[in-house]
Nanobody, 123 residues
């Protein structure tokens, strides 16, 4: 069992930056591929970014490429999402997720999920 706790959300203005963090409970964190997803009101959960074990590879949704960066620090059992040049359409609850195996864009392939952190971007 892996428990994930997100932090770093908040209310910002368009063009601002935020860094989300997701802390995992297990020392075997390095064995998991990690992902960030988001869900806006009235919309389905969507993929944002994913990172493989050992940070070998990353992938992003087209809507955030060039603005968001996913990274991980295995010594701290933590994955980050650096979000720059935020836009109102980035407003959502952001979730981190963990899975064994390779990094994935597909939410249903992830086994463990955090409770989410709210990001609100005002125009």
């Amino acid at each position: 069992q892996v428990q994930l706790v997100e932090s770093g959300g908040g209310l910002v203005q368009a063009g601002d930056s935020l860094r989300l963090a997701c802390a995992a409970s297990r020392r075997t964190f390095s064995m998991y591929a990690m992902g960030w997803f988001r869900q806006a009101p009235g919309k389905e959960r969507e993929f944002v970014a994913t990172i493989s074990r050992s940070s070998i590879s990353t992938d992003y949704a087209d809507s955030v490429k060039g603005r968001f960066t996913i990274s991980r620090e295995d010594a701290k059992n933590t994955v980050y999402l650096q979000m720059n040049n935020l836009k109102p359409e980035d407003t959502a609850v952001y979730y981190c997720a963990a899975r064994t195996g390779v990094a994935s864009k597909v939410a249903s392939t992830y086994t463990y999920w955090g409770q989410g952190t709210q990001v609100t971007v005002s125009s």
